[in-house]
């Protein structure tokens, strides 16, 4: 789980961490690049997160679940809508 939090604390840090280090990230896993690809890796660390017999760690499971569950319908959306734009084009 730790290896999991610290891969997404790095996509999604921004300038607080080296855009090397983003870019190799990104390189050898490419889902990680769309919105849909977080979300799923959001949903998966979610669901390890739930899996503990602890209230916290459901809360906070479901909320990285929820959020994962989001981040793919936005991407997926987003999709279609690309999709659309480009054969209207």
Same mark, same amino acid.
């Given at each position: 789980?730790?290896?999991? @939090?610290?891969?997404?604390?790095?996509?999604?840090? @921004? +300038?607080?961490?080296?855009?090397?280090?983003?870019?190799?990230?990104?390189?050898?896993?490419?889902?990680?690049?769309?919105? +849909?690809?977080?979300?799923?890796?959001?949903?998966?660390? @979610? *669901?390890?997160?739930? #899996?503990? +017999?602890?209230?916290?760690?459901?809360?906070?499971?479901?909320?990285?679940?929820?959020?994962?569950? !989001?981040?793919? *319908?936005?991407?997926?959306? !987003?999709?279609?809508?690309?999709?659309?734009?480009?054969? #209207?084009?």
């Amino acid at each position: 789980g730790v290896c999991f @939090g610290v891969i997404i604390t790095i996509i999604e840090g @921004g +300038w607080a961490c080296p855009t090397r280090l983003q870019n190799g990230i990104r390189h050898y896993a490419k889902f990680l690049e769309f919105t +849909w690809g977080r979300g799923m890796l959001y949903f998966f660390v @979610g *669901s390890l997160q739930a #899996s503990n +017999w602890n209230i916290l760690d459901w809360a906070v499971g479901g909320f990285m679940m929820f959020v994962g569950f !989001t981040a793919v *319908s936005v991407g997926a959306i !987003t999709a279609i809508k690309m999709r659309r734009l480009r054969l #209207s084009i």
